[in-house]
């Protein structure tokens, strides 16, 4: 399967739907408060959401607990509001993905408390139960004691998750399932048919969570992408433009799974650092440290490659629900060099809401809906300077906002010609105009050390650009291919170019985008 023709010029943006605008002034957003920010999206030039999970549930995770996958809670609105953002989205050439959370629901959902009954039914298999309430697999979680039925039931993330069943790669004891006995495929079979209900009433896609965790003890992995190619190949004869994302960081195995993009999210330890802006140094930091992304690329040249041979993605984040916010290590000057480099490589870009203004990371916040230490990169968007930041008109929040009167907002971004906002408004124009910068578009690094400054080309159709960006504190010297004119499509700090000898001279904190 190859990946959706939209996806080659997709610039996405992540909408945590708790934290975005509030329409309603009850202290929490909604898709309302989505609708009325769409004109804003798609003036920035983003043309893709990515909406994070909007069913209803009891949020004791954010939302990860799934009450009932095709109900809208009803603090967002209703299933008719989300369906009308659809429309909307479309009209102004957005589309729309929803997170979809295969791997387990809330402990309140219908399927789960018919699982829970001592008589067998139809959900007795929808989830992992062991035959005795004090047995156990020794390499997983559960818990036990909650139910008539005699057996303990195997949990996810947190202890009020428990996992659906999509079978074991692996079988140890009689009351594990194989992918393909009855349990696990009622489970499939109920997946393919949540996904096609929401594309039926006009999403066009999904995230999909911890995507490569589905089949239990798998450790090659090879029964979740088994899983995955059912699921997806059935859904894409029916939807064959939809478009399918993965928390998987693995694409050799993702893509292989049938998904069109895989969120390349490293470091074994922490999944969301980057050598590039996520550690104590950051490639992109204005510092006098040797900048190497020599670790970055060994791994990026390996993935591109696979998802070529794909025909399928990698996707870079700025940041997510789940991350400490990018500005945490970069400031607003460091952030142009790394949203030029992250809107100018071979990815499908995803943006997480407020990083477009540099938002800060809250320290010391109580945790709100299982949110934890993730609980500072989840506070209200900061829309202006009323009330609540324009968030909400309402006395109490759902989560704090940043306390700091000095705090930046959209309003403010808007009026500043030097701004992080119209800065990435400018990225995206560029991006939108010059079809060497499609997602699809051919890529060549020049210069393999990948030490500073980073230098590359890329090139679709009869166009061809050169990128450079120096983030180091020493200047550089640069050679372009003679068949470029030497126009510049965009630069920072003091850059010359001798068109006769091809060659560009960057100053310290320089880039260039070059014709």
Known sequence: MSHPEWLNTACFYEIYPQSFLDSNHDGIGDIKGIIKKLDYIKDLGFNALWINPIYLSPFYDAGYDVTDFKKVAPRYGSNADLYHLFSLAHEKGIKVLLDLVPGHTAMDSKWFKESCKAKKNKYSSRYIWTDKVWNSPKDLPVLRGISERDGAVVT???????????????????????????????????????????????????????????????????????????????????????????????????????????????????????????????????????????????????????????????????????????????????????????????????????????????????????????????????????????????????????????????????????????????????????????NDAAFDLIDNKTHSPLIYLRKKDEEELLIAINPASEESLVSYPNEMNGNVILSIGNINIDEEKKTIHLSPYSLIILA
């Open 156 to 438: 996810n993330f947190f202890s009020i998750q428990p996992a659906l069943n999509y079978g074991f790669y692996e079988v140890k004891e009689a009351y594990e399932d194989k992918i393909t006995d009855e349990g696990p495929q009622a489970t499939i079979k109920e997946m393919i048919d949540i996904i096609k209900f929401w594309l039926s009433k006009g999403c066009d896609g999904f995230r999909c969570d911890m995507a490569g965790w589905l089949v239990k003890r798998d450790p090659t992995q090879d029964g979740t992408v088994k899983v995955w190619k059912q699921i997806l190949s059935e859904v894409k004869k029916e939807y064959p433009d939809s478009a399918f994302v993965s928390e998987w960081n693995n694409p050799e195995k993702s893509l292989q799974a049938g998904f069109d993009m895989d969120f390349l999210l490293q470091d074994e330890f922490n999944p969301y650092n980057s050598q590039l802006a996520r550690i104590e140094k950051p490639f992109f930091q204005f510092n006098k440290e040797k900048k190497d992304a020599s670790l970055f690329f060994h791994h990026f040249l390996e993935v591109y490659d696979y998802a070529k041979k794909y025909d399928k993605f990698v996707s870079i984040i700025s940041g997510n629900h789940d991350t400490k916010r990018i500005s945490a290590w970069l400031n607003q000057e460091e952030l142009k060099f790394y949203y030029t480099f992250m809107y100018t490589i071979p990815n499908v870009p995803f943006l997480y809401y407020g990083d477009e203004i540099g938002m800060k990371f809250i320290h010391n916040l109580t945790s709100v809906e299982g949110g934890y230490q993730r609980t500072g990169s989840r506070s209200p968007m900061q829309w202006d300077k009323s009330k609540n930041a324009g968030f909400s008109k309402a006395d109490k929040l759902y989560i704090p906002l940043d306390k700091n009167y000095k705090r930046i907002c959209v309003e403010e971004e808007r009026n500043d010609p030097d701004s992080l906002l119209l800065f990435i408004k400018t990225l995206l124009e560029i991006k939108r105009n010059h079809v060497a910068l499609d």
